[in-house]
Every structure is written in C-alpha cells, then in structure tokens.
C-alpha cells in the first residue's frame, strides 16, 4: 500500500498577506473614487505616474547594460579590468543614493557641461548646464548606483554557471563569446532574474528621490498640493497608494517569474 501525502486544503494553502493587500487595495481604490478630495488629489499626482515609471524605466535599463559590462569586467582574465571593476563596484555601492544624486547633479553636470563645451570649441558651439535637465541628471545618478549593485546580480549569476561546461565549451573550439551566448547567458539568466527584478522594484522606490531635485514625479507632485493645502495626511495617503500599487503589482510579477522558473528546473 502506497502512502499519499495528504494536499493541504484551500484555507490551509491561502495567501493572507496578499488578501490583506488586496482588501487594503480595494479600501484605497473606493477612498478616491467616493471621497471628492481624494479624487481630486488622485488626478492632481496622476501626471507624476508618468514621469517615474519613466525615470525608472530609462534608469532601470542603462543600468542592466553598465551593469552588465561591469560583470564580464569582474569575470575577465585581465587583472586591469577586475580591479578597475571591482574599485568601481565598492565605491559607488558605499555611497548613499541621494549624496550621489545631490554629486552628480551639482557637481557631476556642471564638469560634464565644461568637458562638452572644451570639446566644441573647435566648431564654436556651447551648450548651457540649463541644457542638462534634472531628470536627466537624476537618470544618471540611478544608473551609476544601481550599476553597481546589477553588475553584482550578474557576477553571481555568471560564476554559478559550472565552470566544466565553459572549459568542456572551449575543448570542442567554441570562442568565449559563443561560450558566453549559449553557455552562460542561458543558465545565468535563470538565477539573476528574480533578485534583477526586486532591484527594478527598489528603483520605483528610490525614484521618489528625484523630487528632491524638483523632478516632478509622484513625490514632488504630493510635495507641491500638500504644502498649498495644508492636506498633508490625504495626499500622502494617495501618494503612498500609488507607490504601493506599483511596487506590490511588480513583487507580483517577480513572485510568478520565480515560481515559473523554480517549476522549469524542476
């Protein structure tokens, strides 16, 4: 007679964490819809939802690929490019983001203005440092930072490969691009996705830090109809629904992602 483990019933299996956050949700949602002044501090931050999923998404991208270049740097045979790569991994991972924010927006900008305009002299061309936006300025500061931190995911991921396969790869007269591409890459991408997904949802987060340069994302907008209306519990009550919701759909997403993943090995 065989034995049959016994399945865990329905209540047994029920998530209540996501329960709670889908009644928390649900309340939120029914607030700015019922309420008037919910609703009209809704629409005054809605325009801000645009500018940080941008901000993030463009951010979020450069990143990967400095990140990502920064790993095979950290991989590479060549000594120079490790502690080049390594420096540069250290440094900016012990820096506060908004100290580099503040750096790269006061400091950083105005250097790489001079350094453009030195270049143009020759055409007799200049650009202003009014030119350089600060959503720009902030785009950069999170793509260092989060370089850093990806380039990390990616080293991980690249040394968790079994190191026999790339030798086995390179016995048969595969070239090490090809024993990145169809050794490397493929395994890799399995175990750096979910931690490279939580990192997207941490920049959502951190993206709030831009306001402190006047970007008018979520934060800043919140900032702006708070401080005319003295409706400060309100509208950081919305502005706070609003980052919930991305980041708890985005945990969404990576939780699924990882539980597909998890079933593929299996």
Not at 107 to 117: E, L
Request: aromatic share 12%; proline share 3%.
């Amino acid at each position: 007679m065989t034995y049959t483990p016994r399945r865990p019933s329905i209540l047994a299996r029920t998530p209540w964490w996501l329960l709670a956050i889908a009644l928390l949700f649900v309340l939120g949602l029914w607030a700015m819809t019922a309420n008037a002044g919910y609703a009209v501090i809704f629409r005054a931050l809605s325009g801000g939802i645009t500018t940080t999923l941008w901000v993030t998404g463009v951010a979020f991208t450069a990143a990967t690929m400095l990140g990502l270049l920064i790993a095979l740097a950290r991989t590479s045979t060549n000594r120079v490019l490790r502690e080049l790569a390594t420096f540069y991994v250290e440094i900016i991972r012990g820096i506060p983001v908004l100290v580099f924010l503040f750096y790269v927006a006061f400091v950083g900008a105005p250097g790489m203005v001079a350094a453009i305009n030195w270049l143009l002299q020759p055409t007799g061309g200049t650009i202003t440092i009014r030119q350089f936006d600060f959503a720009w300025r902030a785009i950069v500061a999170l793509t260092i930072c989060y370089s850093a931190f990806i380039a990390e995911i990616f080293r991980a991921g690249i040394e968790a490969v079994n190191s026999g396969q790339v030798e086995a790869a390179r016995a048969l007269g595969l070239s090490r691009w090809h024993c990145f591409r169809f050794i490397i890459a493929p395994q890799a991408l399995r175990t750096i996705l979910p931690p490279l997904g939580n990192d997207f949802v941490s920049m959502v987060k951190d993206s709030a830090l831009v306001s402190a340069l006047g970007v008018q994302d979520i934060t800043q907008l919140g900032k702006v109809y708070s401080s005319s209306t003295f409706l400060f519990f309100e509208t950081y009550n919305v502005v706070a629904f609003l980052y919930l919701t991305m980041t708890i759909s985005l945990s969404l997403l990576v939780r699924l992602l990882e539980n597909r993943l998890r079933n593929e090995r299996r």
